[in-house]
Every structure is written in C-alpha cells, then in structure tokens.
C-alpha cells in the first residue's frame, strides 16, 4: 500500500515544529527517523493531514552529559545527573559515543539489540520512545533506569518520569501539541551493575521478551518488556536462590501474558523467570 497524501514540512526549529503543532494537534504527526511511522503510513495505520519532519533540527541532535534530573525514583541507583539524548540523535550516533559505556551502561548493552546496523542509522532516540512498542528496547531501559521524558510545547516544558510516560501499548502521556525534546538516561550510580538480556526469533526482530536489571549492595531492580502492554519495573531487596525464583515467578505471572502468533503466553513466562535469574545472578 502506499501512505494518504499528507503535507510535508521540513522544520529548521524547533519553535517552528511547536507552532505546527499548536495549529494542528491530531492533525499531525512528527517524523524523525521513520523506522516505525513509515510503515505505519504506508499500510495507513496512521493518516495525518501534516508530517513535520525535525531531522535536521539542530537543537534536536545533541547529546548533553551531567544534566540535572528531576525524577523521584526512590528504587533506582543513585546517580549524579543525566545524559540528555535529543529526539533527532540516531540511534547509532548513540551506541558510537566513546563514553556511553561508563555513563549509562545499560543503554550500551541494549543498543546492539535494536534492529540491525542499517536501522540504527536512521532510528531515533526520540522516535522509539514516543512510539512506545511495549517490546522495544529503549522504552524498557528507560524505564528500569528511572528516567525522565523531556515535552515541549508552546505553553512550556515539562519533565514526565518514564512511569508515568508509558501509558498502554504504543500511548504516551505526550499530548498532541508537544515534542519529545529530550529523553533523560540517569547516570550510572556508583557501586551498581547493569545488565540487558532479550530473546527474540532472529537477532533485531522485536523481543518475545526482554529483561533489563540493575543490582546495588542492597537492591535489585528488574524491569521487564515484551510481555506487557509497557515496561514492568519492580525492585526487591537483595534476593537469592529460591527467594530469587519465588518473586520471578510471582513478577512473570502478574504480567498478562498471551498467546500470540510468535509466542505462547506459557514462554514468555519462562523466559521471564530464566532471563531474571540469569542476569540478576551474573550481577550479583
């Protein structure tokens, strides 16, 4: 199929893709890397009257370290800042910076599971978290890190804790006249250790399931994607052995699973509880 016809506008600002917005709501829709709007166009899952493509945005593109946040997540490490990645940063630029691994290692551990090198390129930060697939990997990480979701809107910004972000399956707390700016990755906390597992049916297709974990001298904190209709994070105390099993198994129910044409809703459960015990164990 091909997409309805639409009005294109390349933004040079991002004043101007705000004042779009303003004018036009539901009307319109934002495009960055198009990895997952492009299809949706095509097989007219979506048909905006505009397309505001923020591409070449150069506020958009840069990516800040140590910056302030504001998100009160008592059950995350504790950190001193945040790497602030626009919404126009491609996912590739990302997994290439030098200090990714000591910042936020858990972003550098997920990347190389999102699709292939050629998708990365032109996927966007921003993009995969407005898009909001419940099995992707970067709304997962940000939401076992803690971290917070930058709008901005012409009446202001404001900052929505990664919680609170993700509403349901492909929904979001960002209201029709507002840009994701900015996606907010807590620094990593001192002492902590990160870890990302997923399994999917061929490497870079979407996770039938997917476990990000961080472990501190006193907590564990295990999120979950790919079974729910959005990340699951929860956080324990130091757990072990059958203690381990027993809240893996009690997370891995609560989740909802289904059956679906790739999975049973029985396996993604037990991936839940092997991927959880896992990974905890290899950071413990």
């Not at 492909?170 to 996606?183: A, F, N, Q, S």
């Amino acid at each position: 199929m091909k997409p309805a016809a639409v009005d294109y506008v390349r933004a040079d600002s991002v004043a101007e893709v705000t004042a779009i917005l303003a004018e036009c709501g539901d009307d319109a829709r934002v495009l960055a890397g198009g990895q997952s709007l492009m299809p949706m166009l095509n097989m007219r899952l979506a048909a905006p009257r505009v397309l505001v493509d923020i591409s070449r945005v150069a506020e958009l593109a840069r990516i800040r370290s140590g910056v302030a946040d504001h998100a009160s997540d008592g059950g995350r490490a504790a950190a001193s800042g945040a790497v602030a990645v626009g919404a126009a940063v491609t996912q590739a630029r990302l997994e290439a910076r030098p200090t990714l691994a000591r910042e936020v290692p858990m972003v550098a551990l997920a990347l190389p599971y999102i699709g292939h090198f050629q998708t990365r390129n032109r996927g966007t930060i921003g993009g995969s978290i407005a898009h909001a697939d419940p099995s992707a990997e970067l709304p997962l990480v940000l939401a076992a890190l803690g971290g917070e979701v930058a709008l901005r809107s012409q009446r202001g910004t404001r900052r929505v804790a990664a919680r609170s972000f993700f509403a349901g399956m492909l929904t979001t707390d960002c209201r029709p006249d507002e840009l994701v700016e900015e996606v907010l990755f807590p620094l990593a906390g001192e002492g902590a250790r990160y870890g990302f597992r997923e399994v999917a049916l061929r490497h870079g297709d979407f996770a039938l399931a997917a476990v990000a974990a961080t472990v501190t001298r006193d907590a564990i904190r295990i999120a979950v994607g790919g079974v729910a209709d959005r990340p699951q994070v929860e956080t324990w105390p130091r757990l072990a052995g059958s203690a381990l099993d027993d809240a893996l198994d009690a997370l891995a129910r609560r989740l909802d699973a289904r059956d679906d044409a790739h999975a049973s809703a029985s396996y993604r459960r037990h991936l839940v509880r092997t991927l959880g015990r896992s990974l905890v164990e290899e950071l413990a």
